[in-house]
């Protein structure tokens, strides 16, 4: 592929012995992305806007950012901000393995409601009583960075989780109300859409993902239209037409490599369906919409 977004890992054994949680100033981040600040990350990141005003993008969703603001992303998902008016802030940064390794549920992370598959905004705005809150306990989780020991990582997987509750019973309150409940959260459902997340470039067909959850091509197919109200072979091809869209926007990847990674049986085939779902050729897509 050519011109890849650039992609950062976690620093791991930034402290020592390995450490899969972070909090680190904006300012010391914007350096890395002066030449080209699209990118992607390899970890959660929760950022914290505390100085100046700026854009903040998201997969492709535009935010305006001011202090007070929050912006959440995970990881895979293409990010830009504007490094020249946004001053400093926080970015609160870790791993799921820090906190999947302690809980029975394996995908707490992804249950949180600003990192759900079906969040309906990457951003919140924080009250002052709450912002300062939220300050005092980035504040609290680098002070027990900065004088780690192994036995203290207690102490910070229960400051996060303070953090994650907090921000995830704020982000219900603002704008998840009416749309989360019992069902949508269907282990079944949550499954599916990360095997697809991780299987979308070489598998497009309901039956591989109905044997990978052991269910049948038809009872994925009914929940995904109870749940979410599209079947799950619309869902798959919507997820791989927005994997192309990013791809055609942020790098110059050609159409015939696009149609070969994401394996379609042609470059016309490819063209075609870009078509029906976009109304666009994926050139006149790229064209119309590349910043």
Not at 24 to 35: A, D, H, N, Q, T
Not at 91 to 103: H, K, M, N, Q, T
Request: hydrophobic letters at 35%; one cysteine or more.
């Amino acid at each position: 592929m050519k011109n890849p977004i650039p992609q950062y890992t976690f620093y791991k054994t930034k402290y020592g012995s390995e450490l899969l949680i972070d909090v680190v100033e904006l300012k010391y981040i914007k350096r890395f992305l002066s030449e080209n600040p699209i990118h992607t990350l390899t970890y959660y990141d929760i950022t914290f806007i505390t100085e100046g005003e700026g854009s903040f993008s998201i997969d492709n969703q535009n935010y305006e950012a001011t202090p007070c603001d929050v912006f959440f992303s995970q990881p895979g998902e293409i990010r830009s901000w504007d490094t020249n008016h946004i001053t400093n802030g926080y970015a609160l940064i870790f791993e799921d393995r820090f906190l999947s390794s302690v809980f029975k549920d394996s995908l707490f992370v992804q249950h949180l409601s600003f990192f759900g598959w079906d969040k309906s905004c990457s951003k919140l705005h924080l009250s002052d009583e709450l912002y300062k809150r939220m300050l005092r306990l980035l504040q609290n989780i680098k002070t027990e960075i900065d004088g780690y020991k192994q036995n203290d990582i207690h102490v910070l997987r229960a400051l996060l989780y303070e953090a994650l509750m907090l921000l995830d019973r704020t982000y219900q309150n603002e704008i998840s109300v009416g749309i989360m409940n019992k069902e949508s959260r269907n282990i079944h459902i949550s499954r599916f859409i990360k095997l697809v997340d991780i299987h979308l470039r070489e598998q497009h067909s309901v039956q591989f993902y109905a044997d990978k959850l052991c269910v049948t091509p038809n009872y994925l197919n009914e929940l995904m239209n109870t749940v979410m109200n599209i079947r799950a072979k619309q869902y798959i091809q919507d997820r791989v037409i927005d994997e192309v869209r990013r791809l055609l926007v942020y790098t110059n990847t050609s159409v015939s490599e696009l149609a070969f990674e994401f394996n379609f049986s042609s470059v016309s085939y490819f063209i075609r369906a870009f078509r029906q779902c976009t109304g666009y050729t994926p050139l006149a897509y790229r064209k119309e919409h590349k910043p």
